[in-house]
């Protein structure tokens, strides 16, 4: 018998002898006058043990087998779902060994065996968070992490990805050796081909967003003259879309907190996978990424989409590109990192000599020249082979010369011998 069973026999007991009354023994039970005249039927007919639940002592009809216990307390030992929280290691149950059981299950079970949680839980912080943007493709998160995805299958590498700030839907994601511009060009690429052109790009303040020399003097300002911009910020402003630099990792919430999520969940999904490679995990990413869009994307406050498609005179391999200028030679040839080249035979152009042009450089390592709003394709040529003049060798030993007799060094006197002689 419990403690509150034993209460309310005591209690009941006292209002069958005749010390209380039976609405004062409701009032000390908190319960209601039908209810305590139940109880003390049950005590009439069955005594004190009719105050024992009928369920005690005995397993509940919903209760998990013990060897499916052992099953679950197994896979949280293990290896394959090793450093899985409690809702992963539930998702993967399901997944892969067909076992659906809730987080909660999995905690208790954890809990009972004595392991610890992956992580320590924090108290809560106070905070002030952001609004999601409206619409999808309002705002587009921009970031790289370098972890160990594969953990000590291969080595590090970056993981760049971008979030839609509505929705939380993962527009693009692409593995990268490391952070780079060639790796956002991807990213870009992949976001505008599936998705459009979004209103606006937030990212953090690296050398791949921003120049090295985009601080301006006064003298710069007043002689009107703008912030240089960066390989991929040309490229941005060619496409049409805001660029916002932020000033703290908080400013961007949204991508840091997706890569805290990425990282506890991906490192086991490749794993489980089996991905031994960057290349491989690149091909995996499609379904990692629908996987995590389904249990992580949310709907946005506006229907309404604000990405925009591609107009059909934008190239995305001519806007994507690595850009530089050059003058156009007399002799109709541009120098560009050591080589020559010239625009391809049988297309005219119109760039007058001694022009600035801008080379553009495709991430397929294609050449354009880019001259007033026209693209001319360049080819490389060979220049002709100028021979050397051969050149005698020296001998490896020096040949000593004596001067003749009557050479004129011979006839030379020091000062001091023509003094001794005066």
Not at 17 to 44: D, H, M, N, P
Not at 56 to 61: F, I, L, T, Y
Not at 373 to 382: A, H, R, T
Request: aromatic residues 6%; glycine residues 6%.
């Amino acid at each position: 018998m419990t403690e509150l069973e034993l209460r309310r026999y005591k209690v009941i007991s006292h209002w069958m002898e005749g010390s209380i009354t039976g609405v004062e023994a409701a009032t000390k039970l908190g319960l209601s006058y039908r209810q305590v005249i139940r109880l003390k039927k049950k005590i009439t007919e069955e005594g004190a043990a009719g105050m024992i639940h009928k369920n005690s002592g005995r397993k509940p009809a919903h209760a998990l087998q013990d060897s499916l216990k052992k099953i679950i307390f197994d896979h949280l030992r293990g290896d394959k779902y090793q450093n899985c929280n409690d809702h992963h290691l539930s998702e993967l149950l399901a997944e892969h060994e067909k076992i659906k059981v809730s987080p909660s299950t999995i905690r208790r079970i954890r809990c009972e065996a004595g392991l610890p949680p992956k992580k320590k839980r924090r108290p809560p912080k106070s905070y002030r968070s952001r609004m999601r943007r409206a619409q999808k493709g309002e705002l587009i998160q921009l970031d790289g992490s370098p972890h160990h995805w594969l953990e000590d299958r291969a080595e590090s590498f970056s993981l760049l990805a971008a979030i839609d700030d509505a929705t939380g839907k993962i527009v693009a994601a692409v593995f990268r050796p490391e952070e780079d511009t060639k790796g956002y060009f991807q990213l870009t690429e992949q976001m505008t081909t599936n998705e459009g052109i979004p209103m606006a790009v937030y990212t953090d303040r690296h050398m791949i967003f921003r120049s090295p020399n985009d601080k301006l003097t006064i003298e710069q300002e007043l002689a009107g003259e703008t912030v240089p911009l960066s390989q991929y910020g040309q490229a941005l402003k060619e496409l049409g879309i805001e660029h916002i630099l932020a000033f703290t990792p908080q400013a961007k919430g949204r991508v840091e907190m997706l890569f805290q999520t990425l990282q506890d969940r991906w490192v086991i999904e490749l794993r489980l996978m089996g991905v031994k490679t960057l290349e491989e995990a690149n091909r995996c990413l499609p379904k990692l990424i629908e996987k995590h869009n389904r249990l992580f994307a949310v709907s946005p406050s506006d229907k309404e989409n604000a990405f925009i498609p591609l107009r059909p005179e934008q190239s995305l391999e001519l806007i994507l590109a690595y850009r530089d200028s050059r003058k156009f030679n007399t002799g109709e040839t541009i120098s560009y990192r050591g080589t020559t080249y010239t625009v391809e035979p049988g297309r005219s152009h119109s760039i007058p000599l001694k022009a600035s042009v801008e080379i553009r450089a495709t991430l397929e390592q294609k050449l354009y020249a880019h001259y007033k709003g026209q693209f001319y394709p360049l080819m490389k040529i060979e220049k002709p082979h100028k021979p050397m003049p051969e050149t005698k060798k020296a001998g490896l030993e020096k040949r000593t010369h004596k001067p003749a007799v009557d050479h004129p060094w011979r006839q030379y006197k020091s000062t001091s011998r023509i003094a001794q002689q005066a």
